[in-house]
Structure formats: structure tokens, C-alpha cells
């Protein structure tokens, strides 16, 4: 039933999945992500202020700037003009958890964008703590939420990056 | 000890590391990560023929891709000239593992081309089979070992991208 | 009567065109372009099994991507945002036939994504096969079909990339 | 004898080759492609003043640019640190003739950096002058000589870009 | 008042603003920027002939590539579809005036793609000269007018760049 | 006596610089730019705690990826593998100062990619605090300081980004 989008019917390789019969419409999707790293380095990005601040604000600037380039860095995603991304940190008792939220008005789900902006941000996080701590591990990056389109919404998860003007989103 | 490489001294803000003083040497890093999916996908992945063929194989190439773009999307990292990327994929319990191997000459490592690459190949797995199943999780993408520099070589795993004219490297 | 469009009318130097006053309408195009090979090294292409599929599809996903950097890559460029893309390949008698379909939504015609989707692909299996014969050239690189915009549908050339829902594009 | 270079030899899929065991040392290459055009549409360009001027050095920052991004635009290509490179433009009885050089000091060749400029240097002129005259063709694209590396000079065709400096090279 | 826009309200970090609920208007920015140099780099630049008609063809086209990007380069920006870029050139008793004109229709203005253009524009002059003057300055960037959008037109300077379609504007 | 590097010796057009010939030595080059603002805007950006570190945390990452893009971004300038890049930022009486300084091994100097990271901070700094003053101007970014090469050490102004390990480069 459901098919390999990106094959071609006849079985004659990849391509871009023609998206031109469908309307653009308001494509919302949260993914989630999480850095799980040890005990004490945890508590080291959260207690000393400074490197902590600059840190996660270089994930979170990562993370944007691969939301806008994921058109172009997964081979058959459409490059999409995107209207907002968002990034949130939290700390977990495994490590730190990355939240995106991506949105724009498009043919396409926005889904990759908002994998690609946990994912790059989570790698941002080790490249900064690689020095202290090579262990850590990124895991669980999942979607959470997606909206607009033919499935309308599908649920996964709980997103925070919830705001008022999203309820009747 | 250990201290935050990319957070200047006086806690003034991120820079990109001064590497002038290292020479440059053989660099390797193996990586590792998972698509872990359902049952039925991982069959359907595993027994479709054509589309198996070309779903790797084109995860294979974003990993490669993005191997030689680490260095402008994780924002402090060095660019480097790599000297080889090689990704392998192989099916599990729980779904699809990645390996990646990169090496290079060079006055850093290159453990985050290897991430990066096994994260990118990951979401390009799930991009394109989002149409059968988004309830797929990218997961446990983790350093497996590191060769050259100061710390030697540093083993966490058991890569299998080894060959023997890796044995005495 | 017909015009260097992108040479500013007081001679002043190149500029990328005025496209607003256009309405954004369904823009197609078709190319194709060849790699001349011997003999010897087609034969190797087509019948060594493997290989040959990985060469093409890598090209195929080269082409891709080119086809979606155009607008940077080509100076003066729109960049368009593509509805899909595709490419195909075909055996004959001097070598390799590569044609690309490209589709967008646009105020300027999506030519030059397809002429570079064929121009890159043709690269890509060079590079692929020159330890084996670098005496390849890349030859007959032409539109073959364009459709929308003033000029309505032009034809230099027969597609095969063409599926009953273009019939009445 | 020669092999799939890019292709593992177990056959399970491309691979960015190992350049690691080679030696960097002084490689060139020269290659040429023509844009072939009507009488008429050539005349415009080679008398038409400033336009003239003005679409070829387009046409050569776009071959200078494309050369130095060689390494992420065709899959499997090494990103290499180019040295110099130059276009040059002739004109010829069918049209126009670009002759790329590029240098650079490398473990691997750089014939594809040479053949890419000239073929976005080719597409660059047709997108400049495809309101004149859409039935141009992009052709003969081939490596004119290479130097360096193991299998030295191999020559194809005479390279016009020669300066007494090469001589010796 | 007015808010720092790019910064979460709760001040918990940087964002790629929300612009989903703006309409997608006629937008457009003129910017320049001044290359100081001394009076005799000033007088060689616009007396050699071939040069000076090289140096600020390179530099348009720079700045013209440079405004496509814009959207990357600066991290926060909304990557935006261009309709036009224009960039002129006057001498002045200083040395160079450069002018960028940008129109789009988006969502949010493309002040940063002309200030973006005029910047980079400037830089590659400096780069083309600096082997006869390294004391240039770069100066005086600033943008001299902006349209569409809820603030409709502010004008700072007196743009060059202004034709007769644009009076109704 | 000093000539046009980058435009051909024949007056036929640009070329990227051959520096096959230059041996690779330490490169350093310090810059500087300036954003003038309002008194209010000033202050506002020093007091309001949160926003001010963000937008110079944004500005110095912005600059820090520039440099690394400096030779795609400048069409004629060689990529060069950085070692280092920092940013520093200091209020002055009419705004922001910002300061670069960037070091490579190469073949080249890297005064361009200071002097990029510089411009590329300021529009940074200038798209995060436009909707509170559009009549920012960027404003006097030049070379302070270069290092390396034939023409040694080339003194324009005192850079602050002096450490004692610089002290005998």
C-alpha cells in the first residue's frame, strides 16, 4: 500500500519525488533529540555558566543554519522556504535533550528539516564537550509531531515548543 | 583537567580552536549508528529488491557528501582534506546499522566527519522511508575508535570497516 | 529584436534579471547529453552488474543535487524552488545517454536546471570510470523540451521522460 | 587490469577512494568544451561589444568558481586546495571553444576540477544567451592533458593555456 | 517598543523569526557601501582600462552570488527567492561607491540580501586590488531605502538604482 | 611596478592567482570593522543582559563560518585550510567594535578571511537589531595586521587579539 516514494515505479532508481499536484499549504513538524553523556560532564556543561551559555547557543545556532540547508544535504528532499525554526535545550538524567520546531508553507512535510536541526545541533553539543568527554552518544532523535498536508496531524510524542498561537494551528 | 576547547580562556565566547601548533599526522575514526525501526519495515527494507539496492545505496553518498561538509555545518570544526569516507550498512534486530570510516592527514581528528556522516546517511534512511513508517528513531550514533594525535589511538567499540592494510596503521 | 537579457540595456554590465512583473507558472524541461566512451568501456559498463548499477545511480543522485544548486552555481540564475527531478539513463551506440526532467512552479523557466542535472551526471561518470578509459568526452548536452512561461512549449528533441500525467502538461 | 576505482571490491557499493598512501605532489590539467551556436548568434556575441565582454568573463568567474567547489559537486571527487586556475575563450568556425587549466598539489589528479570548469563556464554562456537562442549545444567536452601522479603525462590534445613556466612542469 | 526580534522573548536564545502570519509582498532594498582607497590606486583602477572593467565585473557578479546566499551567511535570516539583483558602480573623490538594489516577494524584507550584496561587492574589490594597496578601507555600508512590508517605504539616502518601472512601486 | 594579480598579464580577463610556486608558511591577519548606531541602540544592546550576549555570541559564529567560506565567497581567492579563527567585540563611543584574527599554513595570506569575518559579523550584528534601528552603518573595516609570506609583517593598526603565544610569530 504504502510505497518507497523516492523509487521510481518501474524500479529504475531514486529521484525527487514530484510534489507539483499538491497545494502548499502550512506544514508544521517537531522533532526531538537527545546528547546522552556521563554524570559528571553533565554537571560540568550545567554549573560552569559561561562555556554552558556559549555552547548551547552554538547548537542552537547549528541547528538553524542545517534546518535551512537540509534540502540540499538529504539527496531527494525539496529545498523549502522555511518561516521559523526553533531550538530548545533541557536537561535530562541522561544527558541534554534538543527540541526543533520547524514551519513553512510548502508542498512538502517539513519533517527532515526538523530531524536535520536536532541531529546537527546534537552533533554541534559533542564536537564543544568531544575535548572532556568522548563517550557521550546521540540517540532517540525522533519525530514528535508533524501537521498540514494529506495525514494532517500524526503524533509521536509530547512536543514543548508548544505556543498559544500554535493551539489552533 | 579537561577543559572546554572551544570556549576561550576568559569565558568571552566560542572561537575555533588554534590548531598551529599540532603537526599534522594520519587521523582515522570509525563511527557508528542506528535506524532502529518495525518488524515490517526492516523486511520490507531487507526483501524489496531494487529499492534496498538503492535506498543504501543513496544514504551512502549523503553520508559521503556530508563527510566533506563537516566542517561548514558543525560550526567550530576545522575543515580538512580527507583522504577517504567508506560507509557500510548491515541489518539487525532492531534495524539498519551504519559504519562510516574517515581518514585523514591532518592536525585534528576527524571523529566528527565520521558522526556526522553515519547522522546524515541515518536521516537519509529515514527520509526515504518516511512514507512507510515515521515512527523510526535515529539512534546510538557514537564514536567506535580514533587513531593519531596526542591520545593515541582511543577505542570505545568494535569497528568492522577494518582491512588489513589497516592493521598496523 | 531578441535581447542579452542579462546585460544591463545602458551596456553597464551583467545583472540577474528583472523576473517580478512575471506570473509563477508551471515551468517543465527537458535535457539529455551523452558520455562518448569506447567501445571496450561500455561493454564493461553494462555487463559488469554492480558496478554498473552504483555508477549510475551515483550520477543520478549527482544530478540531482546539481539540478537543485543551479541558481548558485549558475551566476546569474534564479534560485527556483524544484517540484521534481528526474533523471535517466540509456545505452547506445557511443556510449551513455543521460536525460533529465525538471518541474517547478516559477516566474522563469527551469532550462538550466535540466541542461546542469545532465551536465553534472555526465561529470559524475566520468569521474566514476576514468581509471579505466580517461579518453570519455561529454558530448550533445541540449534542451530538448521546454513548457510554460510566455514562449509556451518549445521542442528541440523527443523526451523519453515523459508518464501520461504530461500528456496534457 | 583497471578498476571500478570508486566501486568497493567486494562490490557492495561506491566508496570515496583512498588517496592516503600516495604522495601529494604537483598535478595539472588542461581540458576544453565548446558551445556550439548558429552563424548568426555567434556574429552577436563577437561583435556585439560589451555584451561580449561582459557574458564571457561571466562565463569565466562561473568555470573558476565551479572548479574550486569540484569536490562536493561530483559525489566521490576529493575536495582539493587549487592553486590557480584559468579559463580562456576562442572562438571557432561552430561557436565558441573554453580551455580550462587547473593546478594544484595533491594526492589525487585534478582532471575533474578542469573538466568542471569548463563545463559550468559552457552552461553559463548558454544562460546568458539562451533568450537569443535556445538550440545551442554544449559539446566535446574532454581532457585535453594531465600531469603528475603516477601515470604522469598523458595527453589528449593540444592545451593552448601553456605558458613557458609549463614547460618544464 | 521594538523588540530585539531574534531573541526568544523568555531570553532563553537566538530564533529564526516566526514570519508564517506576514502576507507575501513586493519587497525591495536598495544599500551601498564605499571602497576608500588613495587617490593613486583610485586613478590606476579607473584609467587602466582593462582591469578596471575586469575588477568591478568580478566584483558585481560577486555581490550579485553573495545576495543569493544570504540566507546562509547571515544566521538568522529566512533564505527568500530573488527576483532581481542589481549592483552599480560610480567613482567618487574617495574612490568607489558601490549601489545594490534586491526585489523579492516575501514574507520579510531583503534589506540584508542588498546590504549582503554591497559588502561582499566591496570585499572582492579589495581583494583584486590589494597587491597594489592594502590600506583600503571598506565604509559607509548602510541601506538607503526599503519598500513593502508593514513599515512601507523608509528611505535613508538617495538611491541610483531607480528606473522608470520603479516610480509606481 | 605592483600590478593587477588577479587579471591577466594579456589583459584578457580574471584568473585565480597561481601561487604553485609560493611555499606554504604561517599566515596570520588581524582585522577590524566597525557598526556606528545610535546612542540608544548602543545602549540598549550593552544593558539588556540576555539579548546582548546572544546577538554577539550570533555575530562571532557568523564570522567564524565567513572566514571558512572565504574562498567560495571571494571569486578569486584560494580555499585555505584555516588553523584558527577568533572574534572579539568591544563598545566604543559610537558602537560596536569588531575584531578578527585568523591564521592558516598556506601558500597565501588570510587577510581576505579576516576581513570577511569581520563584514559578515557586522551585517550579522546589523540583521539582529534592525527592527530597532535601521540607520545602523557598517563602517571602517580594514586589515590591521598581516603576517607571513614575502612581504612579512604589514602594520596598519594595533589589534587587540594579541596573545603572549603570538609575541614571537
Do not use: N
Not at 26 to 42: D, F, L, N, Q
Not at 59 to 79: D, N, V, Y
Amino acid at each position: 500500500m504504502d510505497t518507497w516514494t523516492h523509487v521510481d515505479e518501474r524500479g529504475q532508481g531514486v529521484r525527487m519525488v514530484d510534489v507539483s499536484a499538491k497545494p502548499a499549504t502550512r506544514r508544521r513538524a517537531w522533532a526531538e533529540g537527545h546528547v546522552r553523556m556521563s554524570e559528571s560532564t553533565r554537571r560540568r556543561l550545567q554549573t560552569e555558566g559561561s562555556p554552558k551559555g556559549s555552547i548551547l547557543e552554538t547548537a542552537r545556532l547549528a541547528g538553524i543554519q542545517a534546518a535551512k540547508q537540509t534540502g540540499w544535504l538529504i539527496p531527494l528532499c525539496h529545498p523549502l522556504p522555511l518561516d521559523e525554526v526553533r531550538l530548545e535545550f533541557e536537561w535530562t538524567d541522561e544527558g541534554l535533550r534538543v527540541e526543533a520546531f520547524v514551519q513553512a508553507e510548502a508542498r512538502t512535510g517539513v519533517e527532515m528539516e526538523a530531524l536535520t536541526a536536532v541531529a546537527v545541533a546534537c552533533l554541534t553539543v559533542y564536537d564543544m564537550c568531544k575535548a572532556v568527554d568522548r563517550s557521550m552518544t546521540i540517540t532517540d532523535v525522533r519525530l514528535l509531531r508533524k501537521e498540514g498536508g494529506r495525514s494532517g496531524r500524526v503524533q509521536f510524542g509530547e512536543p514543548r515548543l508548544v505556543r498559544p498561537s500554535d493551539a489552533d494551528g
